[in-house]
């Protein structure tokens, strides 16, 4: 058996999947990008059939992306897979991944075919798809609850019709770690072709067994493991691909594969994909967690300085904390900025963005003696939000808190063009503001989440402020940035109400009958 263990990064499709995470089309390259860095074998970049705009996010990672493999998402339908086929067109390697369900209630209840039925769309999509990739994988969705019978013949099915990559999806999080790893054995011992595929996991985190349960799978012979940035995903999430990564690295001893990781870049891809999505991270959360590698405890930063093992089982730099070293300074000019936006994924289209976003950076500068890739971040997230079709601009705030005094804001914003001000109290300056915005923006949306992280370190560090909105079933996220946090959360809030906004249309991969 291969000592190889293949990883699948599904951030960009099932990612997006968790509600309020959608992103843009150059926010997606950018991840493709820094996913890439970190030697990631495939990027399932969307879903193409979904609407206009996941067609081309796809289409640009495909371009985007020169060393990992580019995955399209397809239902078992002819229409998905000639956009999958389409929008994966310019990558130099392609992957076309189709499925459809095979448990009894998914078959009855949701598609409402017979499993014959169902046999011949999964073996039909796997043909289909083969006319534009040798790449094929296949995935039996809900096959945690799925009969073994049944999926030992689609599966042997679907590698007959050119399949190369079979993937067995926990799609509720469901299974438990030790049958869940019985059942890929016992697939892979059954199945008479098995050995002409690759067996893969996609296990969902319902019962926070999603990394256990992928273990568990690549203890018993799969080769794949599907899995996002900082555990990403639909519902309560995917398996984190720096958890099952560090733990196949850290216990060579109990797996007998190994990943192409680049672990150094775990640490900058979780930030990154934490800012874009505006989903923080806990700060307990292994690997990629502020805490995760503090000790608090004094007998424990006794046994750390005496020696490191005494409590540590992995080294803060081999995932990437040390990296945050300063990039650019006040001196740095535009040739350094370009050249480190360019090695972050970010490829100015003309000379007049380059030199908008460089203003940005000096003004930076100016207020922050030294600039991290972090910043340089956010700063084109800041950059590319204001570039979203925004009706809704932040134009002036003035906030005061006083002892003894109750808090207040005044706000001017740009609406359609009219300009507008507001001003409101609150119990809190972010409070008044956001009372303030709403008074004019009249949005009617319940604040789901307010948080605020600092970016980098130090008390002149940007603060970055995700807040989610809720209205209708609708849920967005906003994100900001500043070294004035006050501020940021006012961008954040406005950047909200602008997505609530914007038109919204496109299909969820497993919401329809197929
Ligand atoms: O969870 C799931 O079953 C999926 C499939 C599309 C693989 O995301
Ligand atoms: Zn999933």
Not at 484 to 509: E, F, Q, T
């Amino acid at each position: 058996m291969s000592d190889k263990l293949i990883i699948f990064d599904t951030t960009l499709r099932d990612g997006e999947q968790s509600p309020g995470a959608s992103m843009t089309r150059d926010e997606k390259v950018r991840i493709a990008k820094a996913l890439e860095r970190l030697k990631v074998d495939i990027i399932e970049a969307g879903f193409p059939a979904a609407s206009p705009g996941d067609f081309e996010s796809v289409q640009a990672v495909a371009r985007a992306v020169k060393e990992s493999t580019v995955c399209g998402l397809a239902r078992a339908l002819d229409k998905d897979i000639d956009q999958a086929g389409a929008a994966l067109k310019d990558a130099r390697r392609s992957r076309i991944h189709t499925f459809i369900a095979t448990s009894p209630i998914h078959m009855q209840l949701k598609l409402r075919m017979e499993p014959d039925q169902v046999m011949e769309y999964a073996v039909a999509a796997v043909k289909r798809a083969r006319n534009y990739t040798d790449d094929v994988e296949f995935s039996p969705e809900d096959a945690g609850r799925s009969e073994e019978d049944f999926l030992c013949r689609i599966l042997e099915a679907v590698i007959a019709a050119g399949a190369t990559t079979l993937n067995i999806p926990d799609t509720v999080g469901y299974a438990m770690p030790l049958p869940f790893g019985q059942r890929i054995r016992n697939l892979i011992e059954r199945i008479p072709n098995a050995d002409k595929a690759i067996f893969s996991v996609h296990c969902h985190n319902d019962l926070g067994l999603a990394v256990a349960n992928s273990l568990s799978a690549v203890l018993n012979g799969a080769r794949q493991v599907e899995c996002t940035i900082n555990g990403l995903g639909e519902r309560a999430g995917n398996a984190a691909l720096e958890e099952v990564v560090m733990a196949v690295r850290t216990r060579r001893d109990v797996f007998s594969c190994d990943t192409s990781i680049d672990t150094r870049e775990i640490v900058t891809c979780s930030k990154l994909v934490s800012s874009i999505t505006g989903f923080p991270v806990q700060p307990n959360k292994a690997i990629v967690g502020a805490n995760a590698f503090a000790h608090e405890s004094g007998i424990h930063q006794d046994g750390v300085l005496k020696h490191r093992e005494t409590y540590e089982i992995m080294r803060a730099e081999d995932v990437g904390w040390s990296a945050n070293r300063m990039v650019l300074g006040k001196h740095s000019g535009r040739n350094a900025f370009r050249s480190r936006m360019v090695e972050l994924g970010v490829e100015f289209e003309s000379e007049e963005l380059l030199n908008v976003a460089f203003q940005r950076f000096k003004e930076l500068a100016d207020k922050k003696h030294d600039i991290f890739d972090e910043d340089l971040q956010a700063l084109i997230t800041e950059a590319s939000l204001e570039t979203e079709d925004e009706r809704v601009k932040l134009v002036a705030l003035k906030a005061c808190a006083e002892t003894g005094e109750t808090p207040e804001a005044r706000v001017t914003l740009k609406i359609d063009g009219e300009e507008a001000t507001g001003h409101a109290k609150g119990c809190g300056v972010v409070d008044a503001s956001f009372k303030a915005i709403e008074l004019l923006v009249l949005s009617a949306a319940t604040v789901q989440l307010y948080s605020v992280n600092s970016i980098t370190s130090g008390t002149d560090a940007q603060g970055e402020v995700t807040v989610r909105l809720e209205k209708a079933g609708r849920i967005v996220n906003g994100q900001g940035a500043d070294t004035d946090i006050v501020m940021a959360s006012a961008k954040a809030y406005i950047n909200a109400v602008n997505r609530l906004l914007a038109p919204h249309k496109r299909s969820h991969p497993q919401a329809d009958n197929l």
